[in-house]
């Protein structure tokens, strides 16, 4: 564990009151600026001095960041909207409880009640070589800790590892990533929209980061269509202890029946990559099934299809399978409610 110091090192704090000056100042700054939401992954960085930025950008009073609007029923949710908030907002309940029921299982009540959307799909590998300051890949070195014989890799990948073996730690993502959601970033004056799905990299894209916002970027708002408002819905999270822990694998199913038919799906699972893993296989194949136990079979092995285990971690594969299983056939409803 890194040495945790109850003094931080010393680094220039703006705090905007808008989103112009934010933008303004990031810009200003480029790589050297550090965005801060809530700042509950923030704060571990900077105490345990393995990110050392010269400038944080206190987001805390930029009020137009802050809310939830209905959008042609969807919504858009501002990025410093805390975890409590989405989980119980009654638009985001009654439009899609897969988010409401994401947001409400993330740590503890107190860091809901800081930790904000924008930060929750922007936080950092939690990897403990990394967060204690090892100089792996994903910190710039040539050389992954977590990945040799006697490396304590329990919680790392099963798919799609390319050097770095680290998990996407997101309890949302999945989430947004089965509701079809789209990230606004703005730079500067320029303002991008990126799919959910496209917001999310693994490393054979970039080994330093877990999305695609680089310096002076700044992500506003997550838009969520109507397109999945109102449809059948399951999330799960499978962890070491019912309380203030992360993902060991969790799922996001959105799924779209006709009668007793599956006629569309989105099923996505996340603690088994650098980013959320959108099962693509699984969605073609459930899709004109019946949300029965063949089809929860089918799905499970092809779900797992690809997967490469750890020397600690092959318990992720069975315990995949059986999320998307039950995901399928639509059990636990106690997690959801
Ligand atoms: C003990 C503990 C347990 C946790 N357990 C879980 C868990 O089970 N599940 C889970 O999902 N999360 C968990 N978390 C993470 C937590 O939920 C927070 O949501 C998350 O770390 C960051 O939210 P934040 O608003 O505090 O952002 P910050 O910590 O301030 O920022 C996080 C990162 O996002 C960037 N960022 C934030 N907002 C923006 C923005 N608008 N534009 C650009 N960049 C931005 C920051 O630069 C930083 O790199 C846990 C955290 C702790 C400390
Ligand atoms: S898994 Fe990634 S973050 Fe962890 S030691 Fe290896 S390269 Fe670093």
């Not at 209905?70 to 909207?81: K, R, V, Y």
Request: proline residues 6%.
């Amino acid at each position: 564990m890194p040495p945790i110091r109850d003094v931080m090192p010393a680094f220039e704090l703006f705090q905007p009151a808008s989103v112009g000056d934010a933008l303004g100042i990031l810009d200003r700054h480029g790589a050297d600026a550090w965005v801060m939401a809530g700042g509950m992954d923030t704060f571990d960085w900077l105490k345990d001095r393995i990110k050392k930025p010269k400038v944080v950008v206190d987001l805390g009073m930029v009020d137009e960041l802050r809310g939830i609007k209905d959008a042609s029923g969807g919504l858009e949710i501002g990025a410093m909207t805390t975890l409590t908030t989405v989980a119980n907002n009654p638009l985001v309940k009654e439009r899609f409880p897969l988010l409401a029921a994401a947001a409400l299982i993330v740590a503890s009540p107190q860091i809901r009640n800081q930790g904000t959307v924008g930060g929750n799909v922007s936080q950092d590998a939690r990897c403990w070589y990394y967060r204690a300051g090892w100089p792996c890949y994903r910190a710039g070195g040539n050389i992954c800790y977590a990945d040799t014989p006697t490396s304590v890799n329990r919680e790392h990948a099963i798919f799609n590892a390319d050097r770095c073996v680290a998990v996407n730690p997101s309890d949302t993502a999945p989430a947004l990533i089965a509701l079809d959601a789209e990230f606004v970033i703005k730079r500067g004056s320029a303002e991008r929209v990126v799919p959910a799905r496209e917001f999310f990299v693994g490393p054979g894209i970039d080994i330093t980061r877990l999305t695609v916002l680089q310096p002076g970027d700044l992500l506003t708002a997550i838009r969520i269509p109507a397109t999945w408002a109102g449809k059948a819905h399951y999330f799960e999270k499978v962890r070491d202890r019912q309380v203030w822990d992360f993902a060991l694998v969790n799922i996001a199913a959105s799924l779209n029946m006709s009668g007793s038919t599956i006629s569309d799906a989105r099923m996505v699972v996340n603690g088994v990559a650098a980013e959320p893993y959108r099962l693509d296989a699984v969605e073609a194949a459930i899709k004109g099934k019946p949300r029965d136990k063949a089809t929860a079979d089918l799905a499970a092995d092809l779900a797992v299809q690809g997967a490469v285990p750890l020397r600690h971690n092959a318990y992720k594969i069975p315990l995949v399978k059986a999320l998307v299983k039950r995901a399928i056939r639509g059990e636990a409803e106690w997690a959801t409610s």
